[in-house]
């Protein structure tokens, strides 16, 4: 059964610390890609990874911070000096042109 | 930015109408998609047309494209129920086909 799954579903925050949102694809996709929905509102590209080992920024990286050490997986961290966390994580990977997405992972920070 | 925007930000109708919305964009791209969302979940692909291409069918599913307005339009024939959904174009970087923007998206309400 291939696609994208993310862990956990829901997470709750306390303020300053940090947490990490799981992403595993079995695509064997190169490319993986992390965004933040705000209610109401469209993606916003935090991260992306092209290739294992690499990475780059997207527009909104700030307080964010990844690692791509196998093919498989992406995971993303929310660090303390994320200021407005609380949103939805939506982690995607591709093949050239069509995005597959997981089925996202809300974070309130309490 | 490269983000695409969506027109109309909210579309009600009744089922068996017509649905369509439109998305601009401001740079030149290679692709652009059609993505829906339902509330609170990922999102799913639903039609790719290439910057050289007018328009594209897929069931249901009209998509237009035109590039020297920087534009697209998704027509959804004879709704349903089930299509209410959020719906967003994606663009991608002329000089980087691995990074997309998205718009901010269609909330499309399909009354029974």
């Known amino acids: 059964d291939g696609g994208i799954t993310q862990s956990p579903k829901y997470l709750f925050r306390k303020e300053g610390q940090n947490v990490t949102l799981s992403c595993e694809q079995n695509l064997n996709h190169d490319a993986m890609y992390w965004y933040r929905q705000d209610p109401g509102q469209g993606l916003r590209l935090i991260y992306y990874s092209q290739i294992v080992n690499d990475f780059q920024k997207g527009d909104i990286a700030e307080g964010y911070s990844v690692s791509r050490e196998k093919k498989e997986s992406f995971p993303l961290t929310v660090t303390s000096a994320q200021k407005n966390p609380t949103a939805f994580y939506l982690c995607?990977?591709?093949?050239?042109?069509?995005?597959?997405f997981g089925p996202g992972t809300r974070l309130t920070v309490l | 930015s490269q983000q695409g925007e969506e027109d109309p930000q909210a579309l009600s109708i009744q089922e068996g109408e017509n649905a369509t919305m439109n998305c601009s964009y401001k740079t030149s791209i290679n692709n652009l998609q059609w993505y829906r969302q339902n509330s609170g979940r990922g999102l799913v692909h639903l039609i790719l047309i290439r910057s050289n291409e007018r328009e594209k069918h897929s069931g249901r599913l009209r998509v237009t494209l035109d590039t020297s307005k920087k534009s697209s339009s998704l027509l959804i024939t004879a709704s349903r129920a089930a299509d209410t959904a959020s719906y967003f174009c994606a663009t991608d970087a002329k000089d980087n086909f691995n990074k997309f923007y998205f718009g901010s998206g269609t909330k499309l309400n399909v009354k029974p």
């Open positions: 995607a990977s591709s093949a050239r042109h069509e995005q597959f």
